[in-house]
């Protein structure tokens, strides 16, 4: 029976552990949870069957030998209406009014029961173009993404989280420097991965210094020099991250399907390139749990344990596709005509540690591709072997299949078993972020990410007021120390991010790439102080290698930078053996009402509505200070009845969690109405919404909880909660979350992941 305790334990708690609505704990152990994931997936079995595989799927979940995706993990069999699938993209957006408020429409209802989504807004006619049935210029693509990035900030995803987009814009649309361009500006774009599309014939015109139209339809809007617009790309990568390149050709040149779909985006954290409406489920085999004698001389994955757990997988995620909602009917019908999944890794640096063989290095290179052809190979027999069981998937073409890159490359038995029995799945691996996951599964390491860090120390406030010290270790550094109690001293083989080249990173990536029907979530780190021209060459380098797209993250004063009170020294020490001080504090009950509180009541006219809305907001004294704790709102309007009084318990709701919730007003005062504000007090007020959230902060001013333009709470350091500093020497590493506001926030997988509070864009 696998325990659980500190960090592994919260996750879980908080993430997936079921409860029922008044919060009691449904799933009283893991192996609950464990056990009630797998019955759920066994329901998609002839009922005979059923006891059998929930036994087998119990089995390859217990020990973290096997991990879905937490999509699985918190909503199988809860009888939530949530979705099991983690990426979809979704349609392609007409070039009309109706048809873009439509497809924000659908992508709001995906968010909400919990999906990613990606989105090309390629589709749509360039700034200035002419709109001909109303005689008025087009406002461009940049204009409506702001609309998606709007909705996305009101919409919280099932499960607590906020919602994660992708936007993708192709390398000749006329507006596409203005894409590059658009997260210059610190507010806007938020909730959006951006990624250019880079088709072959732009590389190639890059490489040879060649003139690159700018078109949309048949009209040409203006040319200019391939590799100028190429470095303004690679500049604002440079300086803030974004936007990835995809190289699109290849990603529908390699596709299996490429005889039915044409792939234009992908999901949030780019591991996975979907059609119109495509929708894929993620899980992992965790490497680190299938090594025998680690740190030994005999070394080794297990390939009877990977070759027994690969057909339990794929099976678990075939029969996700059965039992999983789907937020439009659009999606069903497209996963189940091609029965996606996306299989892949976690905890690989973990298992190359474990076999002496440092990250990046020629022999983790053959370690990796051994593995990773292992696993392909696994799941292509599982798939079909499946498919003789249950039957090919819908759109399942024999000659185009077997024309495809990726089961060209398959052993010739291999290929005569799928052209004889067809496959249950058009496409079957994947490697996605497992950052919460791998958390849970005690610090594996995540995706095919390095470790990123060691080992940490954080204090947990308990609810009886004392608080309790945890050690946070890399899973591998825990193994380590248990078997040689070795507690000073680690071999070469534990290297992390920082002690890595970027062309290590591209190794990795291009050796599991080989081995990956659809793509990676990678991001590859780079130091501060790389020079410009190097850094392009990281790009040129991943086109060079074969990769689907590159991701990367240079920590600067833009990106982020370290919360610390000792300066970083001026050349980082390889992070080894010791452990970084830090004070964590999780609050983990609601704080009391008093019977009587103070507050004070606002009036609000909105112009549109003849009554007026009265705000009371009530305070407590907590900590020595005056914070909010509930809102009424009042008005002898009745159409807005409903969502105010839920607005005002779900607002309560957040104020009576303590610690900073001045974000309420941040989100509040980002809501626009599409029919138009309104103007008050000589100030434009974009929605009524944005009205109450100027209220409240006026309010937090008046009692002293915001300083006048303050944003965030700032709280005096003894007072501040869930603080975790990094190590020292880690300039750069952490920048500030923007959930807790504590410098533990970590750039891996194409994803921002806080290792203090667990918020994750596009986990």
Known sequence: MTELTGLPHHIWDMKYRLKNAEGTPVDATLQDSWRRVAKALAQAEKPSARVFWEDGFYRALDGFRFLPAGRILAGAGTDRDVTLFNCFVMGTIPDDMGGIFQSLKEAALTLQQGGGIGYDFSTLRPKGALVRGVGADASGPISFMDVWDAMCRTIMSAGSRRGAMMATLRCDHPDIEAFITAKRDADRLRMFNLSVLV?????NAVKADDPWP???GDKTYRTVPARALWDKIMTATYDYAEPGVIFIDRINQKNNLNYCETIAATNPCGEQPLPPYGACLLGSINLSRLINDPFGKNARLDDDALAALVPVAVRMMDNAIDVSKFPLEEQAQEAQAKRRIGLGVTGLADALIMCGARYGSPQSIALIERWMKALRDRAYRASAELAAEKGA???????AIAKSDMVKSLDADLQALIAKNGLRNALLTSIAPTGTISLLADNTSSGVEPVFDLAY?????????????DDVEDFAVKLYRAQTRRKTTLPKSFVTAQDLS?????????????????????????????SFDDFKSVYMDAWDHGLKGCTTYRPNPVTGAVLSTTPAPAKPA?????????DVVYMTEPLDRPPALEGHTYKVRWPDSDHAMYITLNDIESDGRRRPFEIFINSKNMEHYAWTLALTRMISAVFRRGGDVSFVVEELKAVFDPRGGQWMNGEYVPSL????????????????????????????EQKRAAVLLPPEGAAGRYRRCPKCSNPTLIRQEGCDTCANCGYSKCS
């Open 689 to 716: 919404l944005a009205a109450i959230g100027n209220v409240i902060e006026q309010h937090m001013v008046r009692i002293g909880f915001l300083k006048e333009g303050d944003a965030p709470l700032d709280l005096p």
């Open 393 to 399: 998937f819908r759109l399942y073409d024999k000659q």
């Open 199 to 203: 088709t072959d014939e732009f590389v």
């Open 214 to 216: 700018l078109t949309f």
């Open 574 to 582: 390889p992070a080894a053996t010791g452990f970084a001080e830090s």
């Open 502 to 530: 970027p062309q290590d990173h591209v190794a990795v990536q291009a050796a599991v790439q080989k081995y990956v029907d659809s793509s990676i979530s990678k991001t590859i780190n780079v130091p501060e102080e790389i």
């Open 457 to 469: 120390k954080r204090k947990v406030l308990q609810p009886d007021g004392s608080s309790r010290e």
